[in-house]
């Protein structure tokens, strides 16, 4: 899902390159045209974000109820009912709310850029040749951050799934677990097996969320359930 995520973001990210590079980047009169064609276009994506969002954050929700009635097979029909039951339409729409921000912010933030890059050459005088050269390479970092985008809110919105139908069942939190690999954060080494209540995230390197749900995490949520299920 996150590489499905990910090729369809690069979509925009493709779009921005072409209208960036549809100008004379070596004409500074080009600048302000840029910036208004990537606002523009920005206006333009929203009923497309909501259906690619809409499919993935879809995909999830089921991924992640499959996940729970696999573990949850040892336990009562009730139980499985209650987990099949969840009503999670509010947390989908949340998700698929975020998600269609964060999409329309990939040519926004191109637009920003673009506006930063050439308000510097006028304050600071930079070379001409340096600000178009700058402004040329917009589309690859638009991609770069829509990679990040897939990766994180995939797993986020996993573990937010994760968290509604835990509480669901009376849960109070959850084992932090790593992907136990060598490119686990030491911040995020040291939360693994500790057990985390659902309304108190932690703080990791000044930033606050559950397991999945910071920028390029891969940890995840082990729910506890009470024991008398």
């Known amino acids: 899902m996150e ?98 921000k964060l999409i329309k912010s990939l040519p926004l933030n191109a637009a920003q850029r673009v506006h930063d890059l050439s308000t510097r050459s006028l304050i600071e005088g930079g070379r001409a040749s340096e600000i178009a050269s700058l402004i040329l390479a917009t589309g690859h970092v638009t991609k770069a951050r829509a990679n990040t985008i897939a990766r994180t809110e995939v797993s986020r919105a996993t573990s937010v799934f994760t968290q509604a139908r835990a509480l669901n069942l009376g849960s109070d939190g959850y084992i932090w677990r790593t992907s136990d690999d060598l490119d686990v954060r030491p911040s995020h080494e040291a939360m693994n097996g500790k057990f985390v209540k659902w309304d108190e995230p932690p703080t990791l390197d000044r930033m606050t969320g559950h397991a999945g749900c910071l920028p390029n995490c891969r940890c995840y949520c082990e729910p506890v359930i009470p024991d008398d299920f």
Do not use: C
Request: proline share 2%; aromatic share 10%; hydrophobic share 35%.
């Open 3 to 100: 590489i499905r995520y990910s090729q369809q973001l690069r979509k925009i990210a493709h779009y921005v390159d072409t209208i960036v590079k549809g100008f004379d980047v070596n004409d500074p009169r080009s600048y302000p045209l840029i910036t208004a064609s990537l606002n523009e276009y920005s206006n333009t994506l929203h009923h497309w974000a909501q259906n690619a969002a809409g499919k993935i954050m879809t995909d999830v929700a089921l991924r992640d109820e499959k996940t729970w009635l696999i573990y949850a097979q040892d336990l009562s029909r009730g139980v499985r009912d209650q987990i099949r039951n969840t009503d999670i339409g509010a947390v989908y729409q949340q998700l698929l709310d975020e998600q269609v």
